[in-house]
């Protein structure tokens, strides 16, 4: 079992940045690759970024490229969103997700296993 703790979410102005987290306890997460994750009232959940187990492969939902930035420290056991330039479009509940499958790359959420409570991200116009 994977516990998932998402934290850094908040009110933000449009152009504005927000850090998002992913704690984890339970197993140590450098054994998985990692997605971010985001859901708007009303709409599906969508993917918006993944981490490989080593970091050294990352991918973007198109909305997003050039504006985020996944990033994992495996030794805090801990997974990053770094949210520049944001939009009121990216508001939503952003959740982080753990996929034990041996994958190249992750953008469904049947591909993921274990799932955080989410953290709100809310941008003003």
């Known amino acids: 079992q994977v516990q998932l703790v998402e934290s850094g979410g908040g009110l933000v102005q449009a152009g504005g940045s927000l850090r998002l987290s992913c704690a984890a306890s339970?197993?140590?997460?450098?054994?998985?690759?990692v997605g971010w994750f985001r859901q708007a009232p009303g709409k599906e959940r969508e993917f918006v970024a993944f981490?490989?187990?080593?970091?050294?492969?990352?991918y973007y939902v198109d909305s997003v490229k050039g504006r985020f930035t996944i990033s994992r420290d495996n030794a805090k056991n801990t997974v990053y969103l770094q949210m520049n330039s944001l939009k009121p479009e990216d508001t939503a509940g952003y959740y982080c997700?753990?996929?034990?499958?041996?994958?190249?790359?992750?953008?469904?959420?049947?591909?993921?296993?274990?799932w955080g409570q989410g953290t709100q991200v809310t941008v003003s116009s």
């Open positions: 997700a753990v996929s034990t499958q041996i994958i190249s790359i992750a953008t469904t959420t049947p591909e993921y296993d274990y």
């Open positions: 339970g197993r140590t997460l450098s054994g998985y690759a």
């Open positions: 981490i490989s187990r080593s970091g050294g492969i990352t």
